[in-house]
Structures are given as structure tokens and as C-alpha cells.
């Protein structure tokens, strides 16, 4: 039977409280997961797109600038001749391409031999030839042509924009150099965030331009060059310096530059960073109040279940103790009727001694029926103690400690009582008890479980001329198995599932409460055993109580 001894309340609690916090967030953790990996993957392309975006824009504006200048350098080179320049007008030109100032470092004019004729800038170029430069070739084939960086005569990098113009049968070439600090200027004009960089490396990797962190113009970058063509962006993140990167980069069209745009992961995912520890924090919230609302609702719970749990052991005792009363009650009903036969025959001896005393003198043959009287007295005396002294045994055992049985010894007190009421009725009460080990139980617990089977029993052999009930012991592996059987008028079929159920009979009105059986099943769970019934109407019944062996040293207590 639960109650306060038999049930764990700390480990309801904490099973209450984690099935609650199971139940109330794992939805929660499933749902919050789902979205967690959507909204940073989701995030992640918005950032890879944003960068796109950007880079996309920003080759847009660099290429414009290219464009322009070539455009620039073209329409004059068309304008003017080469005379005309050489002649002067080449300082006035440059002051009207040099707009905005400081965009361009200088302007020359070369001839067919590669003889710089004319020159208007800061170095001293001026009558320096030029046919062996790499990029002189490129214009002669070209016509139009804008350089890589190159360091080239002035020992410092630059790249330069030229324009061949043919003049009759000769030709020449008007060339400028684009300001490098303008130029990169113009390139990392624009960032992203704080670690943000844009830079313009070429085909071979080497840097054009600065780089922020300190990359110098024609250094080897170090930069993975994408396979992409076209309008194509590549977008990756990448390991350098120590460093993960977000990076973008795309071919320009001319000239075959690179353009990249690079951001620290750890910067660019800062606002992503922020959102998902936002969510977390969200997510710990719910999940430490859901806790505590867990906590207070089971304490409360819990606090109910055992408030229910005691009213329900004390019903419990209640309801053993009525059982235990019909029980015994059934048993003195016999008990009674045994008694009455040795007090008539002591009332008819006393009556017999008190005649053969009144005469006087009393003979020898008188004093040797009242001595043969006296004898019969004491046995009637005797027998009428053995009954008593056996019911009482029953109805003093109240404690339902636990200690360790001899199971063989009860069964024989509870047999000594139960043949004055099973002779009153002529049923015959027959033993087989097999060695057995001690079994930790209460006493008055098994007494009361035994004694409501032997009752059924007897009563189940009610308006019989004869009948038996047997009881059997035996040892079932850890298990101690005691067998109550009769071959009384058995159980029907249809009621065998509702025997152990409160306050089912089969008895007729008055001579059975319901109880006996139900109690018998609460006490044998209790004990951790086990009860079952085999029955066949008019062959009898058979109950079967195992409860389980319990090694210990211990002295063995007896039942009594």
C-alpha cells in the first residue's frame, strides 16, 4: 500500500519537475534550434549578398574612373597633333585633364622610336626613351592601353594610361600616370565596418594598390585569384594572417585587375553575433522561468500527493483492521461453538462430582469416578486454553514491522485455530509444509493475508458433507510459495477478474464484507510477492502467494 514509508516523494519531485521542464521546453529547444540555423544561415547569404552588393557598386565606380581617364587622354591625343603638343599646348592639356587636381602625376608625349618629346610632371623624363618599357608594345598593338603597377624609370610605382595615334605614316603616343595615393585612395575609399578593406591585386597576385593592414603596391598579396570571368563575384571566406575573412572579389574589365573587398568574419557577423545571443539570452530566460514555474507547481503537487497519500494509509489501516476483524470473527464463531462441547462436558462432571460427594461415606469405587472426572476436567481445561491462547495469538499482533519469519510456524498457528472452526462445520484442515528459509515480512501482515484465504476456503466447502482444505509450502527459487486450496464449488470463470477488486462478494448478504481479498492483494504487493487464483466451478480453488526470499544473518523472529 503507498504511503509516506513507501514512496520517495524527493524522487517524484525531481521526476515532476523534469518532465515538466522536458515537456515545457524541448518544443521550445526544437522550434528555437530550427529557427536559430535558418535566421543565421539566412543571415549569412544577407551578409555574402551585402558584400556583393557592395563590391558590385564599387567596380562599377572604379571602372568609370578608368574609363573616364582613358576617354580623356583619347579625345585629346585625337585633338591635338603631335607637333601642336610638342610645341607647347601639352601643359594646357594637362591642366584641363588634371581636373580634379592631383588625380594625375604627369603627362608625356612619345614618338614611333619610343623618344619621350615631350614631358610635363615632377620627374625628370624628359628625352628618355621608352621603346624597351613593357607596357610600349602593348600600346602600339592595342591602341588603347592601361598598365599594370610598374616602378619603370622614376624607380616608384605607378601605372600609366596610353593612347596611340596615328599621324600619316607615322604614329605616337600620349600618355598619363595616375596619381598611386589618388588611386588607391579612390579604391579603399569605402569600407565595411571596422576591418573592412578594399584592394585591386593582378593576375599574378601582386598588390596594385595599398592595403589597409599592410599590403604595399606590387608586394605578393598572397590571395587565392578566383576562376570567375566576366561580372562574376567570388565570394568565400578565407584564412590569412591568422585571420578568417569574408571576401569578395570580381575581374575588372580593363584592366585585368582584381578587385576585393575583405572584412573580418568576427566583424562582419558582429550584428548576426548580437541577434543570436539576444536569442540565447530570450531562450535561458524562458527556460529558467519555466523551471521555476516547474518547481512551485510540483512542490505543490507533490504536497497534495502526499497529504493524499496519508489519508489514504490511514483509510488503509482502517480497512485492515475491519478486515482483520471480520477475519477473526469468522474464526470465533467456531471457535465458540468448540468451546461449548468441553464446557457442557466440564458443567455435567462438576454436576456428576457434586451427587457422589453428597453421599456420605463416599466409597472407592465413587472416589475413583470423581478422580477419572477431575482427570477429564483438566483435559476439557486444557483444550479449552490451546483455543483461546491461539485466537488470542491473532488478535494481539498489531505491529506490521517487518522482521524475519518462519513462515512454516505461522501457517501451523494459524492452523490451530482455523480446525475449531473448520471441525465445527466437519472439513478437514490438511498441511504439507516443506522446509523453508526465513522471509522478511510482518507477522501480522501474512496472518491477515493467510487467514482471509483459509476463511474462503472453509467457506467456499459451506453445504458440503465433506470437504478439505490444504495448505502447501514450498521453496520457488528466490521465492517462498504458499498454496491454499479447496475442493470447495470454485470460482466462476466470469468472476475471476473482479475477485481482488473492494468490495466484491460472491458470498451471500451477511456473510462477507468484500474486503478479505482485496486486503490480501494490497498486503502481498506490499511484501513485493505476488498472488493468482486457478479455479474451475465445482472442482474447487487454488490461491498462490509467493514472496520473495530476503538473505540476511539476522536471528530468525518467531511468529508468536
Known amino acids: 500500500m503507498p504511503g509516506d514509508e513507501h514512496r520517495d516523494y524527493r524522487a517524484t519531485f525531481r521526476t515532476m519537475v523534469g518532465g515538466m521542464v522536458l515537456v515545457s521546453l524541448l518544443p521550445l529547444l526544437v522550434i528555437g534550434g530550427a529557427n536559430f540555423f535558418l535566421f543565421h544561415h539566412l543571415n549569412r547569404s544577407v551578409v555574402a549578398e551585402q558584400h556583393a552588393n557592395f563590391l558590385r557598386y564599387h567596380r562599377q565606380s572604379i571602372e568609370t574612373f578608368l574609363s573616364s581617364i582613358t576617354a580623356e587622354v583619347s579625345s585629346v591625343a585625337h585633338q591635338y597633333t603631335l607637333e601642336e ?91 598619363v600616370t595616375v596619381n598611386t595615393d589618388y588611386f588607391s585612395k579612390l579604391v579603399d575609399a569605402v569600407r565595411m565596418g571596422s576591418t573592412g578593406e578594399s584592394f585591386i591585386v593582378n593576375s599574378q597576385g601582386l598588390y596594385q594598390t595599398k592595403s589597409r593592414f599592410g599590403g604595399r603596391i606590387l608586394a605578393p598579396s598572397g590571395f587565392p585569384l578566383p576562376s570567375t570571368r566576366g561580372e562574376e563575384i567570388d565570394v568565400r571566406e578565407i584564412e590569412a594572417d591568422g585571420k578568417r575573412y569574408l571576401s569578395t572579389a570580381t575581374w575588372l574589365s580593363q584592366p585585368r585587375w582584381l578587385l576585393v573587398v575583405r572584412q573580418e568574419t568576427s566583424d562582419a557577423y558582429s550584428p548576426l553575433r548580437r541577434a543570436s545571443l539576444v536569442g540565447i539570452a530570450l531562450f535561458l530566460a524562458g527556460a529558467i522561468g519555466a523551471t521555476f514555474l516547474a518547481v512551485v507547481l510540483t512542490r505543490r503537487e507533490v504536497r497534495l500527493l502526499a ?90 499482533r498489531v505491529d506490521s514491522r517487518p522482521e524475519q519469519l518462519d513462515l512454516n510456524q505461522l501457517l501451523a498457528e494459524l492452523v490451530t485455530v482455523a480446525r475449531s472452526r473448520a471441525r465445527v462445520e466437519g472439513i478437514q484442515i490438511v498441511t504439507d509444509l516443506a522446509p523453508l528459509p526465513p522471509v522478511t515480512a510482518s507477522a501480522n501482515d501474512l496472518q491477515q493475508v493467510f487467514v482471509n484465504l483459509v476463511n474462503n476456503a472453509i467457506d467456499a466447502l459451506d453445504g458440503r458433507p465433506s470437504g478439505a482444505v490444504t495448505l502447501r509450502s ?23 477478474s473482479r475477485i481482488f477488486l473492494p468490495f466484491f462478494t460472491t458470498k451471500p448478504v451477511g456473510r462477507g464484507t468484500g474486503l478479505g481479498l482485496a486486503i490480501c492483494y494490497g498486503l502481498v504487493q506490499k511484501l513485493g510477492g505476488t498472488i493468482h487464483v486457478d479455479s474451475a466451478v465445482g472442482r474447487g480453488t487454488k490461491f498462490t502467494v509467493e514472496i520473495p526470499v530476503v538473505a540476511s544473518d539476522a536471528p530468525v523472529a518467531r511468529a508468536s
Open 474 to 496: 514450498r521453496l520457488a527459487g528466490g521465492s517462498v510459495r504458499v498454496e491454499v486450496e479447496d475442493d470447495g464449488c470454485g470460482i466462476a470463470p466470469e468472476n475471476l
Open 307 to 396: 497529504e493524499a497519500d496519508r489519508e489514504k494509509e490511514n483509510m488503509t489501516r482502517q480497512l485492515l483492521v475491519a478486515g482483520k476483524t471480520a477475519a477473526v470473527g469468522e474464526l470465533s464463531a467456531g471457535v465458540a461453538h468448540e468451546i461449548n462441547n468441553p464446557l457442557a462436558i466440564i458443567d455435567t462432571l462438576q454436576t456428576w462430582i457434586h451427587d457422589l460427594s453428597s453421599t456420605a461415606p463416599i466409597s472407592e469405587e465413587d472416589r475413583a469416578e470423581i478422580l477419572e472426572s477431575t482427570a477429564k476436567i483438566a483435559a476439557q481445561v486444557a483444550r479449552c486454553k490451546r483455543i483461546t491462547q491461539g485466537l488470542l495469538h491473532f488478535s494481539r
Open 85 to 175: 603638343l610638342a610645341a607647347g599646348n601639352l601643359e594646357r592639356v594637362f591642366e584641363i585633364i588634371q581636373q580634379p587636381a592631383g588625380m594625375l602625376t604627369d603627362v608625356g608625349v612619345i614618338d614611333e622610336d619610343g623618344n619621350h618629346v615631350r614631358y610635363v610632371g615632377p620627374y625628370d623624363l624628359a628625352g628618355k626613351n621608352y621603346r624597351d618599357a613593357e607596357w610600349f608594345p602593348q600600346v602600339v598593338e592595342r591602341g588603347v592601353y592601361v598598365s599594370d603597377m610598374f616602378l619603370g624609370k622614376r624607380e616608384v610605382p605607378h601605372f600609366v594610361v596610353a593612347v596611340k595615334r596615328v599621324q600619316g605614316d607615322r604614329f605616337w603616343i600620349l600618355r
